[in-house]
């Protein structure tokens, strides 16, 4: 099964799809660009992995002083980072290199203390798509995911669908690639994650309480490119969906 969040009417609804768009819960069926599409779950602490793919890693070695073999690089994000399916991303006046970053995200469906990589799926609600935006010239002269690189309003897109974790079989054997107004510029595959999802699960779990609606965004593969004003991104994730969203520039919100 796969639902959506949606505006509409003046109210939040949750919507599945219908050969004429979606069905709202209460039974309407409406257009998808009568909506406005927001994230598929209201999320709780969002935990985002940095480095979590070996072709990654090896693209931007000039600037890392972490490899492969340390813990998993993990960083958090407030609510105000976060957009849904087609919304608007903000490229400020001063960036010269932003990128996207197309990621599985997994939803946790029950609280995880504690737990073992055995047992960690068991703790997996779902999975939605993800894309995660860059902004490097932010960067200190380490890779340390500071503040102004990753924690900025607009920058974390999720969406479209929540795909229940029952319909995955398989989660680390999914395509995802990215296209920049059409062309392909980012390929991978999950199964190429460093740390897979019920590996990173025993180790969060280790010293946090996971709760339901916390979301992990697993990491990207290689192949982030520049991004400019105008430009529209589709980050697809094999069997979760493809998540569409458009860079925009400072005076869109008044600056």
Not at 13 to 30: F, K, N, S
Not at 135 to 156: H, M
Not at 200 to 218: A, K, Q, R
């Amino acid at each position: 099964m796969r639902t959506a969040r949606v505006a509409y009417g003046g109210a939040i609804h949750t919507a599945t799809p219908h050969d004429d768009g979606l069905r709202l819960a209460d039974g309407r069926v409406v257009s998808e660009d009568a909506v406005v599409w927001l994230p598929p779950v209201a999320v709780g602490t969002l935990i985002v992995l940095g480095l979590n793919y070996a072709d990654h890693v090896k693209e931007l070695s000039k600037e890392l002083t972490v490899t492969s073999k340390d813990e998993p690089l993990v960083f958090f994000k407030g609510p105000g980072a976060v957009i849904g399916h087609r919304g608007q991303t903000r490229r400020p006046r001063d960036a010269t290199f932003m990128h996207y970053e197309c990621e599985l995200a997994v939803v946790i469906g029950k609280p995880a203390r504690g737990v073992r990589a055995a047992d960690a799926m068991a703790h997996v609600a779902g999975y939605t798509v993800a894309n995660d935006y860059a902004i490097r010239d932010y960067l200190e002269n380490w890779y340390r995911p500071n503040l102004r690189v990753k924690n900025r309003d607009t920058c974390t897109v999720l969406g479209p669908w929540l795909v229940d974790a029952a319909d995955v079989p398989d989660p680390h054997a999914l395509s995802l690639s990215t296209r920049v107004n059409g062309t392909v510029t980012q390929q991978g595959s999950t199964a190429n994650m460093i740390n897979d999802i019920p590996a990173l699960i025993e180790y969060l779990s280790s010293f946090m309480t996971l709760l339901p609606g916390d979301v992990i965004l697993t990491g990207t593969p290689d192949g982030v490119i520049n991004v400019n004003e105008g430009d529209e991104v589709v980050c697809e994730v094999e069997s979760i969906g493809a998540l569409e969203n458009t860079i925009v520039g400072d005076s869109v919100f008044g600056r």
